[in-house]
């Protein structure tokens, strides 16, 4: 896991990678009859370390959110999901609070399930209510009917830390970075072919070499970096490199922010193994209730394993289920897990003709998987 540096956090909304804006969904919720926030500290990506270290390092920032997030919309309770790492010092936190007299909302703590699905908004609201980590069918969407039925706000952990950083500080001191379309700051995670892995905060809009400088700046040639998350893209890292991280910087080479991960694949390593690792653990964390994902992407992934290890994968077959896959599905799962698969064949090329050949020099292991998940 990355140590931390230290996060003056700055800025606002969406943070959990799904890019909803926030004051849209707070309207929405608040027009509502009696409703709940439900803070989303799930942090089901393995790669990431960013709403662990936030609620690690400032418990109270968070519940600040939570509860203002809560007066906002009218509602007398907030639920906490947070990872199994954080819920002690989440615990202390609310505590120290309730002994304070310091709020009128109730709050409640949940541990998370530890599955990668775990933090969609549904399956957040499923698990608190019913101990599945499995996303919900939708209509009704939870932000009119979620817990207990009632119309509910599931934000981001850090989304909620910004929230109360916007009311003490103002408008003007979050517009003071960032750029103009997308103020603010946020938290990456960075990690792989770098000298110390590295939760920071960085202004929307810096470049990536820059936040690789914060992680003490490569440890090795880099040939790509993974951007967002495991549901994120490649980028050679001749294109990104100079790129500004923020959405508009980072679309036109094809990635997003997602859940701030950037993660540094050194020469050494092979994109397409890498890859194929991360589609085989995303396959199996597939919540198992849609046929696309149950068995689209067990096959899929069987199928990148092929092309990684050279094998007698049929590309043209491939092609063909990621299009039958792609937007199906009870949630994003299968159109993420298609996203980072689709990435890998356009940055890994040159290794797609070498594995034809049945050539590759790759050895070493950059992504996190979760053990005993993989195969
Ligand atoms: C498969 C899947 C997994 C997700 N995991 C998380 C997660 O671990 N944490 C999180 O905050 N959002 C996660 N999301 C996004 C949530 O559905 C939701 O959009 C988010 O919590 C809203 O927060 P924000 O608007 O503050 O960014 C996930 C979405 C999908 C499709
Ligand atoms: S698409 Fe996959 S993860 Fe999403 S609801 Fe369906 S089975 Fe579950």
Not at 266 to 285: F, H, I, Q, S
Request: with cysteine; charged share 20%; glycine share 12%.
């Amino acid at each position: 896991m990355p140590s931390s540096r230290p996060a003056r956090s700055r800025a606002c909304s969406r943070r959990g990678g799904a890019r909803y804006p926030t004051a849209r969904k707070l309207a929405a919720v608040a027009a509502g009859h009696a409703p709940v926030v439900l803070a989303n500290g799930t942090e089901g990506e393995p790669a990431s370390a960013k709403d662990k270290v936030l609620m690690t390092r400032s418990p109270q920032l968070v519940l600040d959110g939570a509860v203002l997030a809560a007066e906002l919309v009218g509602a007398r309770e907030t639920v906490i999901v947070v990872h199994r790492a954080t819920r002690r010092t989440i615990d202390d936190a609310v505590a120290e609070r309730a002994r304070a007299r310091f709020d009128r909302v109730r709050i409640r703590v949940r541990t998370a399930a530890d599955r990668f699905v775990a933090g969609q908004a549904s399956a957040v609201v499923h698990w608190v209510e019913r101990g599945v980590p499995a996303p919900m069918a939708s209509p009704p969407r939870i932000c009119e009917r979620g817990l207990g039925g009632a119309p509910t706000l599931v934000q981001n952990v850090e989304t909620l830390a910004h929230l109360a950083l916007i009311a003490r500080y103002g408008a003007a001191w979050f517009r003071s970075v960032g750029t103009p379309a997308e103020p603010g700051s946020m938290l990456v995670t960075v990690l792989g072919a770098v000298r110390e892995p590295v939760c920071a905060e960085i202004a929307i809009g810096t470049p990536i070499v820059q936040a690789l400088d914060l992680a003490g700046g490569p440890s090795a040639p880099l040939q790509a970096l993974l951007l967002g998350g495991y549901f994120g893209d490649w980028v050679s890292a001749a294109m990104a490199m100079d790129r500004p991280f923020s959405s508009a910087g980072l679309a036109e080479v094809g990635a997003g922010t997602g859940a701030g991960l950037i993660a540094a694949l050194p020469a050494g390593a092979c994109g397409l193994k890498e890859t194929a690792r991360v589609v085989r653990y995303l396959a199996g964390e597939s919540a198992g209730q849609c046929g696309p994902c149950r068995f689209g992407l067990d096959a899929i992934a069987g199928q990148v394993e092929r092309l990684a290890h050279g094998r007698g994968a049929e590309p043209g077959l491939l092609q063909r289920w990621l299009g039958q896959v792609d937007g199906r599905g009870g949630c994003a799962h299968p159109t993420g897990v298609i996203r980072l698969i689709r990435s890998s064949l356009r940055i890994f090329d040159a290794e797609l003709r070498q594995h034809a050949m049945g050539w590759c020099s790759g050895t070493a292991s950059v992504l996190p998987v979760p053990a005993g998940r993989s195969r």
